[in-house]
């Protein structure tokens, strides 16, 4: 059974740190792996899309990274900013299913 | 397109009420999800469809859990009767089939208070 940890579980930095949160899955037989980000009350965004066969993944001051053989990911924020304060997921899918099994998230506060 | 719309936004019903939760998924998408949020629980899924059809039911805690998908543009999750410990955040998600290169997208959430 695919179980997903997420650490640390909540992170409080100060503006303009670089930060890195993890995620990490007991089996690596994922088809991809989301990063979402939620916002108190409301859904989940999708962040960035890693597929099996891919390494890592940018879009704008985020990067996220995978290593299958030993079932990692991180989510790399450059950067950060008081806007980036939320609850950060991430979600695999595992080989032959489409269902996302979910971690238990990060919640991070930047601070001004 | 509009995303994934659910209603009702917030719903508060007395326990042993029905309750029913709505869910429209993006045009197109062949996969429709119903998923549960708690703070002790994190996000379980629930129910999944593929091309309006049942697949994986096994996150339904109970018999009073029930969802269905009568077409590719609606789908039902309902609780009857409801109890206090069904009051969470519940989601639903649909995405395309691409393989691996498939994305979930999410709607607002029902938020569901049983008192």
């Known amino acids: 059974k695919q179980e997903v940890t997420q650490i640390p579980a909540a992170l409080s930095v100060p503006e303009g740190e670089n930060l890195v949160l993890n995620c990490s899955f007991t089996?690596?037989?994922?088809?991809?792996l989301q990063w979402f980000r939620q916002d108190p009350g409301k859904g989940l965004t999708s962040l960035l899309l890693?597929?099996?066969?891919?390494r890592e993944q940018t879009s704008g001051r985020l990067n996220a990274s995978l290593d299958k053989s030993s079932g990692r990911s991180t989510l790399y924020i450059a950067a950060s900013q008081p806007g980036d304060s939320a609850t950060y997921l991430c979600?695999?899918?595992?080989?032959?299913?489409?269902?996302?099994?979910f971690g238990t998230g990060t919640r991070l506060k930047v601070l001004a | 397109d509009a995303g994934v719309i659910q209603s009702p936004r917030h719903e508060v019903t007395e326990m042993g009420q029905e309750v029913t939760l709505r869910c429209k998924p993006i045009?197109?998408?062949?996969?429709l999800f119903w998923y549960r949020q708690t703070m002790m629980r994190g996000l379980e899924l629930l129910i999944y469809?593929?091309?309006?059809?049942?697949?994986?039911d096994s996150g339904m805690p109970e018999d009073r859990f029930s969802a269905k998908m009568p077409n590719a543009s609606f789908s039902t999750l309902k609780i009857q009767p409801s109890e206090p410990r069904d009051s969470a955040v519940y989601f639903c998600?649909?995405?395309?089939?691409?393989?691996?290169?498939?994305?979930?997208?999410f709607g607002q959430g029902t938020r569901l208070t049983v008192v």
């Open positions: 469809f593929n091309n309006n059809v049942p697949i994986d």
């Open positions: 089996d690596s037989a994922i088809y991809n």
């Open positions: 998600a649909s995405s395309p089939d691409r393989g691996s290169e498939t994305e979930a997208f």
């Open positions: 045009s197109g998408h062949d996969y």
């Open positions: 979600a695999v899918t595992t080989s032959g299913t489409y269902k996302y099994i």
């Open positions: 890693i597929q099996s066969s891919q």
